[in-house]
């Protein structure tokens, strides 16, 4: 039994990114990992044109995520991707995708 069906774990990856299908991107990947203990952290980035930045992170079963977009750029977004989800799901604050919460709940 591999460690992510052992453990029931999520790979959710949060890509804040800038879509050009005429652009050739560079991405940054991130590791979104906790000091043991914690419950919080902050990860800074920046893009630059149609660059895109990736945070993975893992998560189990009744987990939350909060992430910000913390811009004035009316040309940045937040989705997430899953290798259970058919497709990416639009995080932003007004998205279709959210509840009336403000969340969204994986559907597994």
């Given at each position: 039994?591999?460690?992510l069906s052992r453990f029931n774990v999520a790979i959710l990856t949060l890509s804040l990114s800038v879509f050009s299908n005429l652009a050739i991107a560079?991405?940054?990947?991130?590791?979104?990992?906790f000091k043991k203990g914690a419950t919080s952290g902050e990860y800074v980035g920046t893009v630059n044109g149609y660059?895109?930045?990736?945070?993975?992170?893992?998560?189990?079963?009744?987990?939350?995520?909060?992430?910000?977009?913390?811009?004035?750029?009316t040309k940045l977004w937040m989705r997430l991707f899953n290798q259970h989800l058919p497709d990416s799901i639009d995080i932003d604050e007004y998205s279709s995708s959210l509840n009336d919460q403000g969340a969204y709940i994986l559907p597994y």
């Open positions: 039994m591999n460690l560079e991405k940054s990947i991130q590791d979104i990992r660059d895109y930045n990736d945070y993975v992170f893992y998560a189990k079963k009744g987990q939350s995520l909060t992430a910000t977009l913390d811009t004035t750029s």
